[in-house]
């Protein structure tokens, strides 16, 4: 076959796509450190644990569709849950979802609203405008105060 290696049978096509997975994300990483004044090592641990922490915080019908938009590389990032694992307790408030991203990142809550305001915006400028209101719409008052303060 002309567009396949002997030693590697993903053809060019393939190749490309997994290129551009990659360029995608690094492009939301890059933006994410730009947005936040971040090193790409903390964008990326943030991006993680910040939209995991949200997307246990919306209808999972909605986490769905927002998962859809999404680089393709970061949703592989995310914690899979099963019998294996048991879940986290996320709680509802703005209180809980900044202790479990300060938690991730291993700093104290006092530092991490810039960086979830910050992941906020990225996310916002990657999502559309619709799936940005309906992820707005799932979050309690508090939470969707912080998530309007990226507007």
């Known amino acids: 076959m002309a567009d396949t290696s002997s030693g590697n049978p993903q053809s060019r096509s393939e190749k490309r796509h997994q290129s551009h997975i990659g360029s995608t ?54 914690p899979k849950e099963g019998p294996e694992k048991p879940a986290r307790s996320f709680g509802k408030s703005r209180e809980d979802f900044l202790r479990v991203v300060a938690e991730d990142l291993r700093k104290d809550v006092s530092e991490v609203e810039p960086i979830v305001r910050a992941v906020f915006l990225g996310l916002r400028e990657h999502i559309s405008e619709g799936e940005a209101q309906d992820v707005e719409s799932n979050l309690s008052r508090d939470l969707q105060d912080l998530w309007r303060r990226t507007q």
């Open 25 to 78: 994300y690094a492009a939301f990483i890059k933006h994410l450190c730009e947005v936040g004044k971040l090193d790409a090592g903390l964008a990326e641990c943030a991006a993680v644990s910040v939209i995991n922490a949200l997307l246990h915080r919306i209808q999972p019908g909605e986490a769905k569709d927002l998962q859809a938009q999404l680089p393709r590389k970061l949703l592989e990032f995310l």
